[in-house]
């Protein structure tokens, strides 16, 4: 029945868009969205997701599911809602809406909530949903009658998503998780930053970041197996087993190895030259992956003679004799800009790359053509510059629809479309302070 509602929705919502597309009024993105809905290419079109999730790594999974066409209902605290809201500065300017919040919350519905006094209102949302994603520390929603136990009851077809730090088991089960802390107890900070220096942080969250892909991974595979077994589950996902799981060959060098990682700055352990180097105005980043790049390279810097020398000759002899290559090979770099090594390195087989500001980033000529950042309009704001999804698919549409929204935007709109509560109901909702 949910299934059939919104196919309808989304039909007159096309039938609605369809003589802008005729006209050619849209912008790209607008007309890309309207001719989704048109043909309903999106991939999770007809999904519904109870999102109560916050700061990064729950939002960030949620936010790719709505991408791809997922409905995406965010369950916010009614006194203040997503801690990231108030991550700032910066924020958009005459406004309290943070730019950190915006990075990770588009294509969403913010539906405010007290999740003690609302329970019930939950147990409804949660029988129309197909998936309930939450991040809170272990046992904190059992508590409340929230926990996997008490909604598979009311809803044994849910796939229910669990993000917490630590897993819910373990010495560790009931610490709060934060990125930086399961990137210092699983390794990450051990390996990173400058070879005699102290460890240093990724400067965005990639634990975070890492788990919330996990955790989509995870829900599209129960979502496959749903339709085979019509089976709902509990899925959990944690920062530390993220982090542990992506140091990969660091890992196996020490457990098949016993070899204990140590920092290498830009460089590269099993691999010369491998590193960021200096250059005239900044850094570039050069890697040689194999004796055929190697020789490439020295011509290019016209010391094709080192290509003949035995201590450089295969990767083997360039990695024992590091030291002496790098000094040699710095040397030279430094003597170009970014610029002039970018215009003597086209066409090369080897990778390269400037190191770029964000300025540089976005003015990148590349960047510009792929299109990825995009623009949406925002109640509050006005204009918003998001980054895009970074995956395109030849059907499916995996699209910027709407901007991040605003605290309890849509809580009327949910409960009375979705639920079918009468206004009377919602405020008196209102007024208990049950939602907002």
Known sequence: ???????????????????????????????????????????LNGVRVLDLTRIVAGPYCTMILGDLGAEILKIERPDGGDEARKWGPPFFQGTQE???FMSINRNKKSVCIDLKKGKDIIYELAQTSDILIENYVPGKLSSIGLGYEDMAKIAPHLIYCSLTGYGSSGPYANRPGYDVIAASLGGLLHITGPKDGPPCKVGVAM?????????????MASLLQRSKTNKGQWIQCNLL???????????????????????????????????????KDGYMTIGVGSDAQFLELVTKLQMSELAANDKFKNNIARVKNRIELLEILRDVIKKKTNQEWSV???GASFPYGAINTMRE????????????????????????????????YSYATNIVRSAPPTLGQHTSEVLKNILNYSDDKIENLIKQKIVR
């Open 361 to 392: 980033v976005f003015d990148d000529p590349h960047v510009k053509h792929i299109k990825l950042v995009q623009e949406v309009n925002h109640p509050v704001t006005g204009k918003v510059k998001l980054v895009g999804p970074p995956v395109t």
């Open 344 to 346: 003597e390195f086209t």
């Open 98 to 100: 943070s730019t950190y």
């Open 1 to 43: 029945m949910m299934r059939k509602i919104l196919a309808i929705s989304i039909r007159n919502r096309a039938t609605s868009h369809k003589s802008f597309l005729n006209e050619g009024k849209l912008k790209s993105c607008e007309r890309e969205f309207c001719t989704a809905i048109q043909e309903n290419r999106s991939p």
């Open 241 to 279: 087993s993220t982090q542990i799981a992506s140091l990969i060959n660091i890992a196996s060098n020490y457990l098949n190895g016993n070899k204990e990682a140590t920092r290498w700055g830009s460089e590269h352990e099993s691999i010369v030259p491998y590193e960021a180097f200096s250059t």
């Open 207 to 219: 634990t975070d970041m890492a788990t919330g892909l996990y955790a989509h991974g995870a829900i």
